[in-house]
């Protein structure tokens, strides 16, 4: 069985091409939610060996969601998947713990090595 991963994202489309991306690498979808707020709680419920984490979401965004993680489990290992222009969030979230980023539009390729970096 392979790795466990939470997709974060609020557009749908955004979330089936991750998995479309991972499955085939042997890497298994363990859940994915739209915003922050289910994050925290469906991390809590299947501590998952990673997550890809969207910055831009209603209820709570990306960066509180990983805030939450990481201060109740430092050893997360979280991706933040940014747009363009988005760099003040991506220095926060590196000073948070986040392990990677990877910038919208992004090729497989990133995505791939983004996660093998982080579980490594």
Known sequence: MGKKILIVDDASFIRILVKDILIPKGYEIAGEVVNGREAVAK???LKPDLVTMDITMKEKDGLDAARDILNRHPEARIIMV???GQERILMESIKLGVKDFVVK????TRIIS???????
């Open 43 to 45: 991390y809590e419920e």
């Open 114 to 120: 983004a996660v093998e970096k982080s579980l490594a």
């Open 105 to 108: 539009p992004f090729e497989p």
């Open 82 to 84: 940014i747009a363009l």
